[in-house]
């Protein structure tokens, strides 16, 4: 930015007086980005740590007053550090990118419903007209009635929907300019700037999107209209009314967007995470990763035998103590080259126990999981991604 947006825009923004700002001259060492991060709860304190038993990224009040007895908590100078930490800036791109898709999609399908809900409106008012034509003065009154009820509903729904599609345009807009801070942190970002700025995003997406979720509850976008006809008309002197105008809910419309979002790991019914391995040992377990939706911890745990590569998920606590536990699982294999070529697997099994492991004991040969020709191991260590719902 110039002097002038510095001085008489940004200072001036009260969540802008903890950003750190140095001067850029030819002569500057264009390091790679990093800044503190106020933390959204308490005032005048910045992100530090990060919970991996319930994914949150928290400061120090956070951490001394909700995580504190919490087993896996790291600071961010940490996870910036070790190898062993993911920081995949390019997966998470994608999946903006791919919720921006999902979102265009839901977009162009509430226009083209918005289209076709003036015709449908006409259509009714003519299958209408046609019964009332049939009738005496009596019919006539409770059709002029009837047609006044529609076309006000019809008109404050279509104002409704009208707000809820604008509503989506905005969160789409947001989910752009997302995308596009997370590509600029990916290009000039340090570790932990990235690392940041992903759990930041996500939480701002979730935040969003929750937002959408109540303007469509409250503009009734899935309503559609179905008119009722009375099935006997031969006794019209005495109806009080025509037909009931009654709504018919169709499939959420967020429905694919809420999946999409979840990749991002914004909501509590949905889990991601992924760790690095070693091939240097032969069995290794990753640090536990809390579902929050059952309260349950499990890890990741990799063995190497013979010629054959095996990957099971292991539930290692239930809080809750709520038997047995029906869980979703998506494993995957990384490809550090190309994503489009990771392994994945996805099973559902009922969990009945602590300590009970589900996977799969040949999940890749290992001269597939050494080569790197093909693009799994990188310096000696792989990937693995987990998504449980």
């Known amino acids: 930015m110039c002097d002038q947006c510095y001085n008489y825009s ?10 750190s700002v140095s001067s850029i001259t030819p002569d500057t060492d264009m390091k790679p980005l990093e800044m503190d991060e106020p933390c959204p709860i308490h005032m005048n304190k910045v992100l530090e740590v990060f919970c991996f038993d319930h994914r949150k990224i928290c400061c ?50 509430a226009n083209e419903k918005l289209t076709h809900f003036d015709d449908d409106k006409k259509l009714m008012l003519q299958s209408l007209a046609d019964i009332i034509a ?22 404050n729904t279509e104002q409704s929907q009208q707000f809820g599609i604008e509503c989506m345009t905005a969160f789409q807009k947001m ?13 000039h970002g340090s570790e932990k700037q990235k690392f ?44 009080s009314k025509l037909a009931s105008l009654n709504s018919q809910q169709s499939d959420d419309p967020l429905a694919d967007m809420n999946e999409t979002l979840c990749s991002l790991g914004c909501f509590k019914d949905y889990t991601v995470f992924q760790h690095s391995f ?12 809390l579902l929050p939706k059952s309260q349950s911890k499990w890890k990741i745990k990799c063995q190497l035998m013979n010629n054959n590569f095996g990957i099971y998920l292991n539930c290692v606590s239930n809080d ?18 190309d994503r489009k070529n990771d392994i994945v697997r996805t099973f559902n099994h009922l969990f009945t126990k602590v300590g009970e492991s589900r996977g799969y004991k040949s999940f890749i040969d290992l001269q597939s999981l050494k080569s790197t020709e093909k693009g799994y191991t990188s310096n000696g260590w792989f990937k693995i991604k987990v998504r449980l719902w």
């Open 10 to 19: 940004h200072k001036r923004k009260r969540d802008n007086n903890m950003h």
């Open 60 to 109: 120090s009040i956070c951490f001394a007053t909700q995580h504190r007895n919490c087993d896996n908590v790291k600071s961010l100078d940490d996870i910036a550090m070790h190898e062993e930490e993911s920081i995949d800036v390019d997966d998470f791109v994608d999946n903006i990118s791919w919720a921006e898709e999902s979102t265009s999609t839901a977009l162009n399908e």
């Open 134 to 155: 049939k009738t005496k003065s009596h019919l006539d009154t409770l059709h002029e009635e009837l047609k006044g009820s529609i076309e006000k509903t019809f008109s």
């Open 175 to 187: 989910l752009i300019h997302s995308q596009k801070i997370a590509e600029a942190v990916e290009e």
């Open 196 to 239: 940041v700025t992903m759990e930041t995003t996500k939480m701002a997406i979730e935040k969003h999107f929750e937002r959408l979720r109540l303007a469509f509850n409250l503009s009734e976008t899935s309503t559609h209209y179905v008119l009722d006809f009375e099935d006997n008309l031969k006794n019209v002197q005495s109806w």
């Open 278 to 289: 070693s091939l240097e040992h032969t069995i290794q377990v990753c640090p536990p990763c």
């Open 320 to 337: 809750n103590s709520d038997w047995p536990l029906d869980v979703s699982v998506e494993l995957s294999l990384v490809n550090q080259v």
